[in-house]
């Protein structure tokens, strides 16, 4: 037992930062990682894709997510996408899984497209430039009653055409990625049980 103590306390020395890390430090590697958002998308992508679900139910989980994330709905996304997977018999954990797509280096960019999608389908005239940023700063400091009409209103009409959007974009894709995933698994599945028999034929 105390070989097993001194064994973790070793790793744990061996592993633990040189340097404590700062509030700073941890905020930035939040919103840029020291190994890039590519690892962070692959891992995730391969989480959802050996889910024990459909392809069919993974996709709509996925689709339900992509859907919330690209609504102006910051904080709720998650509450969303459960709701409609839950609805559509969808996978929830995939749809909880998807909601990361909405995070603070997106969410600036969800929010202009959703503006800019709005004023378009509303042809509301004079349009105003906003960026994602201006729109937070909005949020933050104005009243709803100000922010209604100029703001808000768009973004909920544009909101629509882009989620649609992104739903059946990322049905498509995580469709087909987890029937080809689940088709290659259950290949190599097959493949081994022939040398799994011979051996147990054999008696080793």
């Known amino acids: 037992m105390n070989s097993h103590i001194r064994i973790v306390y070793l790793c744990t020395m061996l592993f633990r930062r040189k340097k404590p890390a700062t509030l700073s430090g941890r905020l930035r590697e939040f919103l840029w990682p020291r190994k890039g958002f590519s690892r962070g998308l692959?891992?995730?992508?391969?989480?959802?894709?050996?889910?024990?679900?459909?392809?069919?139910?993974?996709?709509?989980?996925?689709?339900?997510?992509?859907?919330?994330?690209?609504?102006?709905?910051?904080?709720?996304?998650?509450?969303?996408?459960l709701a409609v997977a839950y609805l559509l018999?969808?996978?929830?954990?995939?749809?909880?899984?998807?909601?990361?797509?909405?995070?603070?280096?997106?969410?600036p960019f969800i929010l202009a497209a959703t503006y800019e999608v709005g004023v378009i389908m509303l042809g509301t005239g004079e349009r105003v430039a906003l960026t994602g940023e201006d729109i937070l700063h909005m949020l933050r400091h104005l009243e709803f009653s100000h922010l209604w009409g100029p703001v808000l209103k768009p973004m909920l009409v544009g909101s629509v055409p882009v989620a649609?959007?992104?739903?059946?974009?990322?049905?498509?894709?995580?469709?087909?990625?987890?029937?080809?995933f689940q088709a290659r698994r259950q290949t190599r599945r097959l493949g081994k049980m022939p040398v799994a028999k011979a051996e147990s034929a054999s008696g080793f």
């Not at 050996?50 to 904080?75: E, K, N, Q, W, Y």
């Not at 649609?164 to 029937?179: D, I, N």
């Open 164 to 180: 649609t959007g992104s739903a059946v974009v990322f049905y498509v894709v995580t469709f087909y990625a987890a029937r080809l």
């Open 42 to 81: 692959r891992y995730l992508s391969m989480r959802v894709l050996r889910l024990s679900s459909s392809p069919h139910s993974i996709a709509v989980g996925v689709a339900a997510g992509a859907a919330s994330s690209a609504t102006p709905f910051i904080g709720f996304h998650i509450l969303i996408a």
């Open 89 to 107: 018999s969808g996978n929830l954990i995939a749809a909880g899984i998807t909601t990361v797509l909405a995070n603070p280096v997106t969410i």
